[in-house]
């Protein structure tokens, strides 16, 4: 499919000042509905968003209200989640099922109405519920307020680049399947960019996206991982690309020739196409660097130039290999947000409460699964257990025996986090437990990978917020010495940050967003097993500064 005149479309209804994407009012009607499509020589039907894989992209301008009206028609519950928006005192309109709303029942309608406010960039929106995210996905474009300029070049042309995964099989079966074993969910058969696998993977060569370019200019490429288990590479071949945002946040820019994008992160690059005119690939390949199985397979698109006859073969990229551990430290060591007057960096400097949260993964005792036991996952020990009744709702109205908040502020028992791998007392125990944290608390919150089964990078995501990454490191977190290291100046701002295989990462931010706020492990088999918890942040003193009141059509469980 040939993009230019795609790009060139939005890009002037994003910017004519009559456009509807001028108003201050957005709104969109998604039907999730199933869709039969086929990909790599497979087809089966697929939960979709108006029929679209991946899903319609939200336009908006910071400041605007965008009201997005959701109707189930499949047979599975749905809710739906705008990842990186911060849902101000709106916990409502967040989404994950059974944490701020019941999902969204079949046949039933539920209306998302949130503010755009003080965020700008890419996001976006995903099913918060089941593996349903695997296809029920697609992009969330902040355009700035009108005529404010990007702090860098003004790009000739912008397209969004989603990478996803693929699996043959029905997934939902599959991980069905899995759990009743007790063992882990089957790899993905082909990452997608864009839902489409490129012509590396058979059946593929009509299921590649393609933009078509014209030398001499500037593109901004929004990319986004919707992957649901892999952290991944992404780079074109012969080009640099300068990172200019991550998070929708902007950056101090750099040029790289390869970005590592976690589950659940965007980076915005801008991408010059001074080469000679050719078609080169962009490809997307799998980051592991621990003792676990992924798919490893290359996800190709093509930037084409214009004018080049398409049977020209591509030149691939030389992505890093996929256990380059320095490539990924050395990487994510140049992330810094810009820190200028019009985009300051608001690093809480002085902490008022300490958090240390262990991240591991377990096995417990499962008379129903065929192997006798399932695999777990835990912070400080503590397995997450969904409950039937959603927390925020149970929170604001004052309903009993749903949750408590006693979940501790550092593990049960302190050892060797990272050292040789632990294979003895993998149980953990479970409960549905919550972190009560007073308004505009300043947080220090540091997230400890271990070694009970294996070490591995583990992408946090935290709802409601964004937090400064003020240091992260290899081995186990050092009290003593390690905060001496911690950027306060400019450290990057995030939704989701990538804590180091075997090591550890050091967030801050300010408990301003009153509600009930989920932080999970972005790898959907880990959330699946309990890799989550939540914060119960306080109202503040004055109804301005307090959950609103839920919507008329809040759905009940």
Known sequence: ???????????????????????????????????????????????????????????????????????????????????????????????????????????QSYVYDFNVTGQRGTLWWHAHILWLRATVYGAIVILPEAGKPYPFPQPYQESNIILGEWWNKDVETAVNQANQLGAPPPMSDA???????????????????????????????RIINAALNDELFFGIAGHNMTV????????????????????????????????????????????????????NKTVTAILQYKG???????????????????????????????????????????????LFYTIGLGINACPTCVNGTNLAASINNITFVMPKTALLKAHYSNISGVFRTDFPDRPPKAFNYTGVPLTANLGTSTGTRLSRVKFNTTIELVLQDTNLLTVESHPFHLHGYNFFVVGTGV??????????????????????????????????????????WFMHCHLEVHTMWGLKMAFVVENGKTPELSVLPPPKDYPSC
């Open 191 to 221: 990452h997608t960019i864009n839902g489409k696998p490129g012509p590396l993977f058979p059946c593929s060569e009509k299921h590649t996206f393609v933009i078509e370019a014209e030398a001499g200019k500037t593109y901004l490429l």
């Open 308 to 354: 080049v006859p398409n049977t020209v073969l591509p030149i691939l990229p030389k992505l890093p290999l996929p256990n380059d551990t320095s490539f990924a430290l050395d990487y994510n060591g140049k992330l810094k947000s810009l820190n200028t007057p019009n985009f300051p960096a608001l690093v809480p400097l002085k902490v008022d409460r300490r």
């Open 475 to 516: 081995g186990n977190f050092d009290p003593k010495k390690d905060p001496a290291k911690f950027n306060l100046i400019d450290p990057p701002e995030r939704n989701t940050v990538g804590v180091p295989t075997g090591g550890w990462a050091a967030i801050r931010f300010r408990a301003d967003n009153p509600g009930v």
């Open 1 to 107: 499919m040939k993009m230019g005149f795609l790009f060139l479309f939005f890009y002037l209804l994003a910017f004519l000042g009559d456009s509807p994407v001028d108003a201050t009012v957005k709104k969109y009607q998604f039907d999730v509905q199933v869709k039969n499509i086929s990909r790599i020589c497979n087809a089966k039907p697929i939960v979709t968003v108006n029929g679209m894989f991946p899903g319609p992209t939200v336009y908006a301008r910071e400041g605007d209200r965008v009201i997005i009206n959701v109707t189930n028609h499949v047979q599975y519950n749905m809710s739906i989640h705008w990842h990186g928006l911060k849902q101000y005192r709106n916990g409502w309109a967040d989404g994950p099922a059974y944490i701020t709303q019941c999902p969204i029942q079949t046949g």
């Open 244 to 295: 200019v945002e991550i998070d929708a946040v902007y950056t101090k820019p750099f040029t790289t020739k390869a970005i590592l994008i976690g589950p659940g992160q965007t980076t915005n690059v801008l991408v010059k196409t001074d080469r000679s005119p050719n078609r080169y690939y962009m490809a997307a390949s799998p980051f592991m660097d621990a003792p676990v199985s992924v798919d």
